[in-house]
């Protein structure tokens, strides 16, 4: 048989044979590392800054979460801690809420613990008061603070917890709290609303990179705490919605807050440390803290508030880089006879307010009690208060301070600051009674309490330049990879 010259050799048949098979291999190998693919696919991976990192990780749909924003997630979030407890010990623990929106009443963190919200998830408290338990009044209160009986465990609550995280990408949280301010204003509660946030008894705190709206009642409390770091927080409630605060460190040292926006219908930030014979027995005060680039907008209360339950004692805070929008007063010390304690060395530099009520304001006669049992004879101290290198406009009056007769507020320092009036000012920019302090280079003039030391006599009041410990305190860059099992 005749072979035209045009034929294939054998061997370059063997030739096409191996490529066909090495095609074939090559697609094989493809479609199986596609389904490995899809066995191993990370469905979540991000980076985050932390003070500290977890060896562990988990999701919330991995305990029955359903983001749906009907079906109740408070089982789910409780089973979850209660899993991820087991971890403390070998590198702690993330728990992770996807998008979605998680209905949920309050459940517990434990320590070395974090919780991270995805930004598109929401977390929403439950409407079922049956979800939020009923735990003691604190005992630097002595009583709930919106009634006698107890309170509602917060929506996140922790007790006697160390290295706790709550952050995520910007998701929020959401009180829904329409319901307890309604029945906040008809009298219809026999225990203080919950909080959105509270850890008591704690240490290591970082809370940050979240958004908080429409809390119950306060939104951030940390208390009898220590080593705590707020960052980023955006917290927004209706302006005239009943003690709406946004964060109110209690009876806690070497807190740290900044780089946060808060609109609400109370104090931006409230300094407190206990009520009246109740706080002065429990005696712990809240020192060093820092507060520095807070923006805030609350048209009913002050922007920074010390006080008023300041019977265990406020001392050394330092808050600069503030902006104020029409809010009520710029820095507002609340105090009272029967308070007891002490506010002193307080420095405030570099606040900017516009369209205010007071730029400064200071209360001698907040006459709020627990009960019938204080001390009449419980006077507070307010000593070695500085303001420094301030700019306000549209400012209806420029100060009010009002110490309490036989008891003056002492060591008051005022510089560099610039006052301009809104259209329609006070008759009197400063009502001053029972102070006593220094003041240089303000407008308008200060009081004859605040004596002027003169343009040959210029005088900067005190901020301090040494670091607190928690101005040390660095973050860490995490990562977190989820994937299918």
């Known amino acids: 048989m005749h072979i035209k010259e045009s034929s294939l050799t054998i061997f370059e048949v063997q030739k096409m ?28 991976n991000f980076e ?11 999701s919330i749909t991995d305990f029955g979460g359903v983001g749906d924003g009907s079906t109740s997630n408070t089982k789910a979030f409780i089973t979850a801690v209660d899993h991820l407890r087991q971890f403390e010990s070998d590198g702690g623990a993330l728990l992770f809420v996807p998008a979605g929106k998680w209905l949920t009443g309050s459940f517990n963190v434990t320590s070395h613990f974090t919780l991270y919200l995805h930004k598109d998830a929401v977390l929403l408290a439950s409407q079922d008061m049956n979800e939020w338990p009923l735990i003691d009044p604190l005992p630097s209160y002595g009583r709930g603070r919106d009634a006698p009986g107890g309170r509602y465990a917060s929506l996140i609550f922790g007790t006697n917890v160390t290295d706790v995280i709550i952050t995520g990408e910007n998701g929020t949280i959401d009180g829904q709290g329409e319901m307890w301010w309604q029945k906040f204003h008809h009298k219809q509660l026999k225990h203080t609303r919950p909080y959105l946030i509270e850890l008591m008894y704690s240490d290591s705190i970082q809370i940050s990179h979240l958004t908080l709206i429409n809390s119950p009642s306060w939104n951030v409390h940390p208390t009898y705490s220590s080593n705590i770091l707020i960052q980023g927080i955006t917290i927004s409630a209706p302006v005239n919605s009943p003690n709406t605060d946004g964060i109110n460190p209690d009876s806690c ?5 900044e780089d946060c926006y808060i609109v609400s219908g109370d104090d931006c930030v409230a300094v407190k440390s206990g009520w009246d014979e109740y706080g002065i027995s429990y005696g712990m ?14 048209p009913t209360s002050a922007v920074i508030a010390l006080g008023s339950e300041m019977s265990g004692g406020i001392q050394d805070v330092r808050a600069e880089d503030i902006l104020a929008i029409n809010s009520e007063s710029g820095v507002r010390i609340k105090t009272g006879v029967g308070r007891g304690g002490f506010v002193k060395d307080i420095y405030v530099k ?16 907040y006459g709020s009690h627990p009960d019938d049992k204080y001390d009449p004879k419980a006077i507070p101290t307010i ?61 308008p003039k200060p009081c004859d309490s605040l004596a002027d030391q003169g343009p040959d006599h210029k005088i900067q009041c005190q901020f301090p330049e040494d670091r607190l410990p928690i101005d040390d305190v660095e973050l860490q860059t995490c990562s977190y990879k989820r994937r299918y099992l």
Request: glycine fraction near 6%; charged fraction near 20%.
């Open 17 to 44: 044979v191996g490529i066909l098979f090495g095609l074939i291999f090559l697609v094989g190998m493809m479609n199986i590392r596609e389904v490995e693919g899809r066995k191993s696919r990370v469905i979540d």
């Open 48 to 58: 985050y800054s932390a003070i500290n990192c977890r060896s562990h990780s988990a």
């Open 253 to 257: 040292t070497n807190t740290r807050i």
């Open 285 to 298: 005060p809240t020192q060093q803290l820092v507060i520095r680039r807070l923006t805030c907008i609350s």
């Open 350 to 365: 570099g606040f900017t307010m516009h369209t205010m009520k007071w730029a400064f304001w200071m209360t001698g006669n």
């Open 383 to 443: 000593q070695n208060i500085n303001y420094r290198d301030m700019v306000a406009d549209d400012v209806k009056m420029a100060a009010r301070l009002e110490g309490i007769s036989g008891d003056p507020f002492t060591e008051i320092c005022i510089s560099n600051v610039t006052i301009s009036l809104a259209a329609k000012p006070k008759k009197v920019q400063w009502a001053c009674t029972d102070v006593a302090g220094i003041s240089s280079d303000v407008t």
